[in-house]
């Protein structure tokens, strides 16, 4: 157990609906990470958010967003939905000590996003 | 840009053999490199990680792994194969400030009996 925790587990819907992805990370664990896994792209980074602020986006739709609350849980929100989108959603989070080593991203269970 | 190949998607060895897993990086900037191991619906957990320490890092689950500057690779070895090393294993780097993880496509492990 990793330590960071995802729901739901599963997730099925339609196209053009919107979901929601919730994500807690580690005690203590400032930066929170979205990736995404297909089979197509692979593993793929979406965004970073330290703190409550973003800090980096990767390959993220502007259909999709994310924001970090201030007891530092992540959403990431995804509208429009397209077949394509289904997906696996990680989360992940780390310490984020700035100014050292690349700090260790601790992955949670994955919440599996299946578009009809 | 950084980026990683591994090669080979699919790998197969006896149960008690050596496993290596291959990877190989691009990056303008001395990298951090990861391996992550994922077994069916789960999350990825860490297996090691190169941080410009020691070029040969061990990791977890008797699993060790060398960085190699001048082949610009980051192979992952095991002496001895287990039933339970089967898993997909990906390869990862990092560079500079940018703490998001760049993966590679990701190697199948199939241990035989």
């Known amino acids: 157990d990793s330590g960071v925790t995802q729901t739901p587990k599963h997730l099925i819907t339609a196209t053009g609906q919107r979901v929601t992805l919730r994500c807690s990370p580690r005690?203590?664990?400032?930066?929170v990470y979205w990736y995404q896994q297909s089979l197509d792209q692979g593993l793929q980074f979406l965004i970073q958010?330290?703190?409550?602020?973003?800090?980096a986006k990767g390959n993220i739709l502007e259909r999709f967003s994310a924001q970090q609350f201030p007891d530092l849980h992540s959403e990431l929100n995804l509208s429009s939905l397209e077949l394509g989108d289904s997906a696996l959603y990680f989360c992940?989070?780390?310490?984020?000590?700035?100014?050292?080593?690349?700090?260790?991203?601790?992955f949670g269970p994955g919440t599996r996003l299946t578009v009809l | 840009a950084q980026s990683v190949t591994q090669l080979g998607s699919h790998v197969s060895v006896s149960e008690g053999a050596l496993v290596l897993l291959r990877c190989n990086y691009s990056?303008?900037?001395?990298?951090?490199l990861f391996w992550y191991v994922q077994y069916p619906n789960q999350g990825l957990q860490l297996l090691l990680k190169?941080?410009?320490?020691?070029?040969l890092v061990k990791g977890i689950n008797g699993f060790e792994a060398e960085f190699k500057k001048s082949e610009t690779s980051f192979h992952l070895t095991k002496p001895s194969a287990h039933m339970s090393d089967a898993a997909e294993y990906f390869c990862?780097?990092?560079?500079?400030?940018?703490?998001?993880?760049?993966f590679g496509s990701g190697t199948q492990l199939t241990v035989l009996p």
């Open positions: 992940a989070s780390s310490r984020d000590t700035s100014g050292g080593p690349a700090d260790t991203q601790y």
């Open positions: 005690s203590g664990d400032l930066s």
């Open positions: 958010y330290y703190n409550g602020e973003e800090r």
């Open positions: 990056s303008s900037v001395p990298p951090y």
């Open positions: 190169y941080t410009s320490a020691a070029t």
């Open positions: 990862a780097v990092m560079t500079g400030s940018a703490r998001q993880l760049t």
